[in-house]
């Protein structure tokens, strides 16, 4: 995991993960939002890269998760068949279980509302 400078194109710092995942960083308020290893999310700090906590969900990430940046500050993420909102201290603020479903993709977040991409699942 790697932060550049956008202006100057150096290295402010990086970070060795867990190897593995399916996505892109999400980047918060403090807390740079990684998933990797496959099944779980890490909390960097966005100024220094130090890791500050992991989560491991027991099922693939496979999406990017989307920061929410109204009074909630947290992240949203999918993973097999449950959706998540994690804080930038790393606990879940809520989680919703779907019996016959698997999510997919990047949440939207129109207004009040929260759009995920879901399939069946057998």
């Not at 932060?3 to 100057?8: A, L, Q, R």
């Not at 995942?21 to 779980?40: D, K, L, R, W």
């Not at 919703?96 to 939207?108: A, H, R, S, T, Y």
């Amino acid at each position: 995991m790697f932060k550049i400078d956008s202006e100057n194109g150096t290295i402010v710092w990086e970070n060795t993960l867990p190897a593995g995942g399916y996505a892109s960083p999400c980047v918060g308020e403090n807390i740079v939002f990684m998933p990797c290893g496959y099944t779980q999310l890490s909390g960097l700090s966005k100024s220094t890269g130090e890791l500050l906590w992991n989560y491991d969900f027991g099922s693939r990430v496979r999406a990017t998760p989307k920061f929410l940046s109204g009074k909630e500050k947290m992240a949203l993420l999918g993973t097999g068949n449950k959706f998540f909102g994690i804080d930038e201290s790393g606990v879940i603020v809520y989680k919703v279980n779907l019996d016959n479903g698997m999510l997919f993709g990047e949440p939207i977040v129109i207004e009040d509302s929260i759009y995920f991409l879901g399939g069946e699942s057998e």
